[in-house]
């Protein structure tokens, strides 16, 4: 059994900063691409980044430039530090991963952190 569980959301001022993290447990052989992505409120989930396992990233354009992914492939970790917060960034913030438990891959979600960027 695979879990992804997300930590580091919370409130912070137009400007400020965040680091969202993304651990992986269970069983698992090996972990694929890891993305993030946020839901706005009343809105679909929406991709906000993503790395490979060679740490190659991409981001949408949205947080290009203020968002940094990245990995830990040691400790089965993502994160996301987030730079110049803004309010339109305030979102339930979810990890994805494809994850390998031996027998190939499958799409595993995160519970979501909420972010919150209000003066």
């Known amino acids: 059994q695979v879990q992804l569980v997300e930590s580091g959301g919370g409130l912070v001022q137009p400007g400020g900063s965040l680091r969202l993290s993304c651990a992986a447990s269970?069983?698992?052989?090996?972990?694929?691409?890891m993305k993030w992505y946020r839901q706005h409120p009343g809105k679909q989930r929406e991709f906000v980044a993503t790395?490979?396992?060679?740490?190659?990233?991409n981001y949408a354009d949205s947080v290009r430039g203020r968002f940094v992914i990245s990995r830990d492939n040691a400790k089965n970790t993502m994160y996301l530090q987030m730079n110049s917060l803004k309010p339109d960034d305030t979102a339930v913030y979810y990890c994805n991963a494809e994850i390998s438990s031996g027998l190939g891959y499958r799409s595993y979600w995160g519970q979501g952190t909420q972010v919150t960027v209000s003066s």
């Open positions: 790395i490979t396992v060679g740490s190659s990233t």
């Open positions: 269970g069983s698992i052989f090996s972990i694929g691409v």
